[in-house]
Structures are given as structure tokens and as C-alpha cells.
């Protein structure tokens, strides 16, 4: 007779929308993945009881409570999920770790390179695991890109461009919100951190930056007939080096009218080139120099059962992930992590080393001049 599984017992904290895709994830997971674990939605916390109660009921929570602070001293709880508005990532990030529980964080981990320090230093202290979501990376289409330049297949990288753009507030009367206030970091923050991210994991560590962000709406509507002044970026972007050679550019903005949800990059060597869209985020185009002439031109590589896990989820190939789909393997990943089957995937402290590219990137605007990092 086969034993049962452990069981590892979340509490989510916060309700909004990526609260929901990581109650997404996890339900998903423990059907798509051999899991390490029996997953019981324990706790849901919100802003008071009454959003608390109905949370717990539409996403599947035993419990519920109006108090986070009540989850973080459960001591049932195993895992602590933050999806919180970002300027409360540090206070409950680190009451969960005090209290010995793994945490999983929506990035971007906080507004500040030395809060995010301050959080990875204490969970690596505590020895606890921890996960910040940037579940775009767990594309199986970025797996494949990153295996194609490791390979060779696309020679030396001489250039690479990302961008990141959507245009949730591009409209100067909507009302200012936690992502305007200094706390929650601005474009570059919340947007620019994917952008910052896979640039890093397809090419590795970059060395220096020059940066450029823009204020382009300063006051917002506060939502009882006055205004608030703004200060964070709706515009952030940078030339960047890295230290395998390349040179390239980032650019995060939450006012490109039209765009909703545009996560792009070109990558360009002496060997051949890759573009990828978020928009298309099943294909990957390759360009190689191996092909004869008259005959060249980016060939489309469709998202299929090859590319693992793609295959878990869909056995056909070009019937597509979706969003969902990528947080369910994230979640995956670190519940194995957590049962010691791998590493952690993108701890706090690689969300650390995100959030120094930002404020790398933001000093540098300030200073007008090439920043080196760390």
C-alpha cells in the first residue's frame, strides 16, 4: 500500500487578481504534476472579514480572516502566498519568515534594493524557501530560446532589445493607486521587473546600465474630486551591458496605448537571431545563418508536447498554454523545491538582484550617466 502524501498547507494573502491565479495555480498543479505534496487550501486573508469570508468561499479556503497577521501565527500553515498590493511585501514576507514559514511573493518583491536584501538575507538565515513569481520564465518557449544560445546555435550575442508594455494607465483620469505611490515602485518596478528578469535568464548577468524614466502624467485623480501628485515612472527605460559582451535595451511602459500585454525580446548573433512576443507567447522564431541562400527567414517553432511541460497539460502540439498555465507550473516547481527535489527556482535573493537592476536603472536617470552594478 502507497503511503499518502504529506500535505503542505497554504495561506493566501490577498484576494485580487493575482491572488486568484495563484489559487489557479495551485489547484491546476496538483492535477497537471506529480506533486511532492497534498495541497490544502487552508487560510485566505483580505482587508476585512466580510471580503475575507467571500473570498474563501468563491477560491476553495477552509478558513478565512480579515487580519494576515493571524495566518502568519497559524501554526498549521506551511506556506505563506503574498499577493498583496507591493509596499506590503517586506512587513509580511518577513513576520512569515520569523514565524519558520516558506513564503511565496508576487514580484516585484518590494519597491527597495535593500528591503529586498533585508528579506532575502532573513529567509536564508531562517532557512526557510522562498519564491517570487515571475511565472513568465516558466515558458517552456523560454527554456527553449535559452538552450538555443547556450548551444551556440545563434553564435556570439552581439545585441539584444526586450520590451514590456501595457496600457493599464494610460489614461490620465483613472485614479491613483498603490502602483503610484513610491512604495509600489512605478513601470519600471512592476512591469520592468519581467522585462529585467529575461534578459537576465536567456543572457545572463548585466554589467551596466544607463537609464532613462519618464514621468508622463504627474497628478493623478485621488477619488474624492482633488488629486495626488506622482512621482514614480510611467515610462522606464535602459541601455544595458552585459558581461558576456552584448550590449542591448530594455523598455517597460503601463501607458502604450493599445498594448495589453506585449513581453518581447530579439536577440541577434553572429549565427543566427530569435524574436518572441508575449502576445504569441506558444512561438518561438529562429533565424539561422546555416540555412542556404535565397532560403533564409525566421522559421516558426510552435509550442508542443517536445518542449516539457508542455506535454502534461496537452498531449496535441499547437493547442497552446495560456496564462494560467505557466503560474501552475511555477507553483510546481516549488513545491519540489520545497520537497528538496530541486533548487529554489527564483528565491528572494534573485528578486533582490531584479529590484538592484531597477534602482540601478532610476539612479542612473537621476545622475544622467552610465551606472555599474554590483
Known amino acids: ?39 490544502v487550501l487552508h487560510s485566505v486573508a483580505d482587508r476585512t472579514d466580510e471580503l475575507a469570508v467571500a473570498a474563501a468561499r468563491g477560491l476553495g479556503f477552509a478558513k478565512s480572516s480579515g487580519d ?7 501554526g498549521e500553515i506551511d506556506v505563506i502566498d503574498i499577493t498583496t498590493p507591493n509596499a506590503l511585501h517586506k512587513e509580511i514576507a518577513l513576520a512569515a519568515i520569523s514565524a519558520g514559514k516558506h513564503v511565496y511573493c508576487e514580484k516585484p518583491l518590494t519597491a527597495w534594493a535593500s528591503d529586498a536584501r533585508e528579506m532575502a538575507d532573513a529567509a ?26 547556450a548551444s551556440g546555435e545563434l553564435g556570439e550575442i552581439r545585441l539584444y532589445r526586450g520590451i514590456h508594455a501595457e496600457d493599464y494607465m494610460m489614461d490620465p483620469a483613472s485614479p491613483f493607486t498603490f502602483r503610484h505611490d513610491p512604495a509600489g515602485g512605478g513601470a519600471l518596478a512592476d512591469i520592468g521587473s519581467h522585462a529585467l528578469a529575461t534578459a537576465e535568464y536567456l543572457l545572463g ?3 551596466r546600465v544607463m537609464g532613462d524614466c519618464v514621468t508622463v502624467y504627474d497628478r493623478r ?25 552584448a550590449s542591448g535595451s530594455i523598455e517597460a511602459s503601463w501607458i502604450s496605448t493599445g498594448r495589453k500585454m506585449q513581453h518581447d525580446f530579439e536577440i541577434h548573433g553572429t549565427k543566427g537571431a530569435l524574436f518572441f512576443t508575449q502576445e504569441r507567447f506558444n512561438e518561438l522564431h529562429f533565424y539561422s545563418m546555416a540555412d542556404a541562400a535565397g532560403r533564409r527567414g525566421f522559421r516558426r517553432i510552435e509550442a508542443g508536447p517536445d518542449h516539457d511541460p508542455y506535454g502534461r497539460f496537452c498531449v ?11 503560474k501552475t507550473i511555477e507553483v510546481a516547481r516549488f513545491l519540489d523545491c520545497l520537497a528538496g527535489k530541486r533548487p529554489e527556482p527564483f528565491n528572494f535573493r534573485a528578486g533582490a538582484r531584479v529590484q538592484a537592476l531597477v534602482e540601478a536603472i532610476h539612479d542612473s536617470s537621476r545622475r544622467s550617466q552610465w551606472v555599474e552594478i554590483p
Open 1 to 39: 500500500m502507497t503511503s499518502r502524501k504529506p500535505q503542505l498547507r497554504i495561506g493566501l494573502i490577498g484576494t485580487g487578481f493575482m491572488g486568484k491565479t495563484h489559487v489557479f495555480g495551485f489547484a491546476a498543479a496538483s492535477r497537471v504534476f506529480d506533486l511532492p505534496y497534498d495541497i
Open 68 to 74: 494576515w497577521r493571524r495566518l502568519v501565527a497559524d
Open 124 to 149: 536564508e538565515a531562517a532557512g526557510v524557501k522562498t519564491q517570487v513569481g515571475f511565472n513568465y520564465l516558466c515558458n517552456p518557449m523560454m527554456a527553449l530560446a535559452r538552450d538555443l544560445i
Open 205 to 207: 548577468p548585466i554589467a
Open 221 to 245: 485623480p485621488d477619488g474624492h474630486g482633488g488629486f495626488r501628485a506622482v512621482e514614480v515612472d510611467d515610462v522606464g527605460r535602459a541601455f544595458l551591458r552585459f558581461t558576456n559582451g
Open 316 to 326: 496535441a502540439p499547437g493547442h497552446q498554454l495560456g496564462f494560467n498555465d505557466l
